[in-house]
């Protein structure tokens, strides 16, 4: 949910690769493992949530596992950055919620 501000709309780095990551493993779910999702979007807004109407298949499940690896992956290196001069700041932040 929300933009992530590293860069200019447009040119952001760290939006683009969660993007990137997001919409690939929702359109490898829907395709490979066949599973029904239900989403609900803003792009505006940079906001995204999906729900599996049925309970999911062990295929979703790894690719899901996936994409959280993924953005551990970005937390890690573009969550927070310290600037010259300036305060660290927080371009995002990946909060898990299992439902």
Known sequence: MGHA???Q???DIVCAAISILVINTLNS???LAKEEIIT???EKEGYLECHFPNKINEKTKLFMDSLV???KGIEQ???KQKKAFSKEKRY???IIKEV
């Open 40 to 42: 609900e979007s803003d």
């Open 5 to 7: 501000g590293f860069g």
């Open 29 to 31: 779910i829907e395709e």
């Open 92 to 94: 995002f932040e990946l």
């Open 77 to 79: 290196n573009y969550g």
């Open 69 to 71: 690896m993924g953005l």
């Open 9 to 11: 709309s447009g040119s």
